[in-house]
């Protein structure tokens, strides 16, 4: 017997949530074995938490951002400044 790919397989326990997740994608992908909805529920999440990381690194760039605008226009010497006066 010859297999059809020499990639990994996986199997796979149906739970109560792939049950409901499988009903979900059989509306969404009428016709198509489960095994196939299977590959297609794991392509879909990857690519909903691609974008949720994506969307993480953008939030913390923007805090970083608002964060460094608190301190933009602090002239360069200004410790410099602070200092003089102080005794040595």
Not at 14 to 23: I, S, V
């Amino acid at each position: 017997m010859t297999m059809p790919t020499t990639r990994p397989r996986y199997q796979v326990t149906e739970t109560d949530a792939l049950a409901r997740a499988l009903a979900l994608a059989e509306q969404e992908w009428p016709g198509e074995p489960r095994s196939r909805l299977i590959e297609r529920l794991a392509t879909v999440g990857a690519t909903r938490l691609e974008a949720d990381r994506a969307e993480s690194q953008r939030r913390r760039i923007a805090a970083l951002d608002a964060m460094a605008d608190l301190y933009r226009g602090i002239p360069t010497d200004y410790l410099e400044e602070l200092r003089k006066g102080w005794p040595e």
